[in-house]
């Protein structure tokens, strides 16, 4: 009997310390790792699926993207949040997932204090883009028009809340004009229509733009960044055409359930600052529009906090409400 104890204890003992040797990261990661993003097409998934190709490198275990479109990221969103802290399930959080957490007040996870905040990995700016059909040229014309025809003139966006909703907003109060938003259920979605001339104009990410760009089936007619973008170089920015000052770039990051370990927080940054650090992903990014950014946890935390208190005034402002 005292012999059978002793067996039963050392396994259990054994067990104890295999669980505190996988908790304290030692043996992570141990199987395939998922890295869970909005729709696909975007420039959220375009940045997910290069940086799963570094990260399955230097982790040593296969790294795999998980779409999960709707409510402008926060299907994705809750998804990490309520998956097991073990490290295996990451969140790209966009500037969407964000805005979200200032918008609306009933969301099933705490952004800030329900997920670990590991790294900062791109900041991406967006483009004014208008149906060819449109008789503008420039951003200056477009305000013009706007203005002559106030409340005629309709934006899309991947749904209320989406960051290219909320840079329309931020547009249309720097130009003064009335034009009104028409919300679908996702970037592609509200790509076509705006191709298709269902709507006049919209504000995608640069890598839902380049292949109706290059099709010209769309016009381009700034970026919202204050410097012009490397892959449309004769793309001027609204800073420089007709609101001044105006500059605004979405963040891209990784979170994880608050409870994992900072053990596996600390072994994931390391992983992510020496992909994000490479050359070819940098080349990758750059090509798309955006510029690759790491960073430490706590520095990607100050960001998302400091993000959430402009956000919420900014809402405010702009009158934005939740469907």
């Not at 290059?214 to 016009?219: D, V």
């Amino acid at each position: 009997m005292r012999l059978t104890r002793f067996i039963a204890w050392m396994f259990t003992a054994g067990l104890m310390v295999l669980g505190a040797d996988v908790v304290s990261g030692q043996t992570y990661p141990n199987k395939p790792i998922r890295i869970v993003t909005s729709e696909p097409g975007g420039g959220s998934d375009f940045t997910a699926r290069v940086l799963a190709q570094g990260l399955t490198v230097s982790l040593g275990q296969q790294v795999i993207v998980e779409n999960r479109p709707g409510a402008s990221t926060a299907i994705a969103a809750e998804r990490v949040a309520t998956s097991p802290p073990d490290g295996y399930t990451l969140l790209l959080a966009a500037a969407s997932t964000t805005i979200q957490s200032a918008l609306r007040k009933n969301l099933p996870y705490d952004l800030e204090r329900g997920f670990a905040h590991v790294s900062l990995v791109a900041i991406g700016p967006f483009v004014l883009v208008v149906h060819p059909s449109l008789p503008v040229r420039s951003v200056k014309e477009l305000i013009a028009l706007a203005r002559s025809q106030p409340g005629k003139l309709n934006y899309g966006s991947p749904g209320t809340g989406s960051v290219n909703h909320l840079t329309g907003e931020l547009f249309k109060l720097g130009a003064k004009v009335d034009i009104v938003h028409v919300p679908y259920k996702g970037s592609a979605e509200s790509s076509v229509a705006n191709a298709a001339g269902e709507i006049a104009l919209s504000f995608p990410s640069i890598p839902a733009a380049l292949p109706l760009l290059e099709a010209r089936r769309l016009r381009a007619l700034a970026v919202t960044s204050i410097k012009r973008v490397s892959v449309l170089p004769s793309v001027p920015t609204l800073d420089e055409t007709a609101l001044p000052g105006f500059n605004y770039a979405g963040a891209l990051g990784l979170c994880v359930p608050a409870a994992v370990p900072k053990e596996i927080v600390t072994r994931l940054n390391a992983a992510i600052v020496k992909v994000v650090n490479t050359t070819e992903m940098r080349e990758a990014i750059a090509k798309q529009g955006f510029e690759a950014q790491a960073s430490t946890p706590e520095q990607y935390t100050t960001l998302i906090q400091n993000d959430l208190v402009k956000l919420t005034k900014l809402i405010k402002i702009a009158g934005m409400k939740a469907d």
